[in-house]
């Protein structure tokens, strides 16, 4: 079994940073890929960008690149989304993702998902 957990969300001034962590655990896997998206409310889930596992070579949707990071953390099997100058319309739930076989920015590629952590930015 696969489990992903995130972590470091929260309440944010516009232009501020968050950094959120994905850990996994359970049984050991080698994902291909592992995603951020981003559900904010009645819209839906949408691709925030990837890295791919073994190179750590990364995707940033445009809408967000430039504002924001991915990074990984092979011995702690974490991943990070690092977010800076955060902007009221950032406010969603952050989700990561396993994908095991594709490096895809569909959310229907990738195979295990976190719970969620909420970030929401003030105006």
């Known amino acids: 079994q696969v489990q992903l957990g995130e972590s470091g969300g929260g309440l944010v001034q516009a232009g501020g940073s968050l950094r959120l962590a994905c850990q996994h655990s359970g049984r050991p896997f080698a994902p291909s890929a592992m995603g951020w998206f981003r559900q904010a409310p009645g819209k839906e889930r949408e691709f925030v960008g990837y890295i791919r596992w073994k190179t750590g070579t990364t995707y940033i949707t445009p809408s967000v690149k430039g504002r924001f990071a991915i990074a990984r953390d092979n011995a702690k099997n974490t991943v990070y989304l690092q977010m800076n100058s955060l902007k009221p319309e950032d406010t969603a739930v952050y989700y990561c993702?396993?994908?095991?076989?594709?490096?895809?920015?569909?959310?229907?590629?990738?195979?295990?998902w976190g719970q969620g952590t909420q970030v929401t930015v003030s105006s």
């Open positions: 993702a396993a994908s095991i076989t594709e490096l895809s920015t569909s959310r229907l590629a990738y195979d295990y």
